[in-house]
Antibody, heavy 122, light 105 residues
Framework: EVQLVESGGGLVQPGGSLRLSCAAS????????MSWVRQAPGKRLEWVSG????????YYADSVKGRFTISRDNSKNTLYLQMNSLRAEDTAVYYC???????????????WGQGTLVTVSS | EIVLTQSPATLSLSPGERATLSCRAS??????LAWYQQKPGQAPRLLIY???NRATGIPARFSGSGSGTDFTLTISSLEPEDFAVYYC???????FGQGTRLEIK
């Protein structure tokens, strides 16, 4: 059974940093691209960042480029999102999501974690 | 950025009725459109990918159609567990629609 479990969310002041983790199990982690998708309260889903199965190719939304860094450790089956220079508008539930197709980056997400809440406030 | 606009914002129907949800793209996304269902406090669940293909384990009452800029999700006969928010998503540049809330009438 595929499982994705996020952690690392919490309350942080504007300008602060936070690192999110997503522990994956139930599939060959290194064979699938992964993404982070967020949802601010009452808002639509917003794709944040993605990377290939090998971790060699990374992609970012303009809203986070230069502030967030996505990475993965395939030996630990874990996806990360390092978030720096956080702003109030980054407040959201952050989901990790698994790509549907092996060895491709398609942004079609067949499994999602339950999410972790990030609140940026003073 | 490709903008996805969903209609209606809210759809009020009764169990057993047919639901038709619309998603319009600001420019062509070919068939690269997916539909997700989200219930309160839960993660989104993939229903349909590439406009018309049901994801694994999705009941046959869910169907998708369309290409280019206009897409439709149809639920042929609503079950109580189908009342939720539905999002469309295009994967050309990865954006989501604003959602349609399907509520019990």
């Amino acid at each position: 059974e595929v499982q994705l479990v996020e952690s690392g969310g919490g309350l942080v002041q504007p300008g602060g940093s936070l690192r999110l983790s997503c522990a994956a199990s139930g599939f060959t982690f290194s064979s699938y691209a992964m993404s982070w998708v967020r949802q601010a309260p009452g808002k639509r889903l917003e794709w944040v960042s993605g990377l290939s199965g090998s971790g060699g190719n990374t992609y970012y939304a303009d809203s986070v480029k230069g502030r967030f860094t996505i990475s993965r450790d395939n030996s630990k089956n874990t996806l990360y999102l390092q978030m720096n220079s956080l702003r109030a508008e980054d407040t959201a539930v952050y989901y990790c999501a698994k790509d549907s197709w092996v060895n491709l980056v398609t942004y079609c997400f067949d499994y999602w974690g339950q999410g972790t809440l990030v609140t940026v406030s003073s | 950025e490709i903008v996805l606009t969903q209609s209606p914002a809210t759809l009020s129907l009764s169990p057993g009725e047919r639901a038709t949800l619309s998603c319009r793209a600001s420019q062509s996304v070919s068939s690269y459109l997916a539909w997700y269902q989200q219930k309160p406090g839960q993660a989104p669940r993939l229903l349909i990918y590439d406009a018309s293909n049901r994801a694994t384990g999705i009941p046959a009452r869910f169907s998708g159609s369309g290409s280019g800029t206009d897409f439709t999700l149809t639920i042929s006969s609503l079950e109580p567990e189908d009342f939720a928010v539905y999002y469309c998503q295009q994967r050309s540049s990865v954006t989501f629609g604003q959602g349609t809330r399907l509520e019990i009438k």
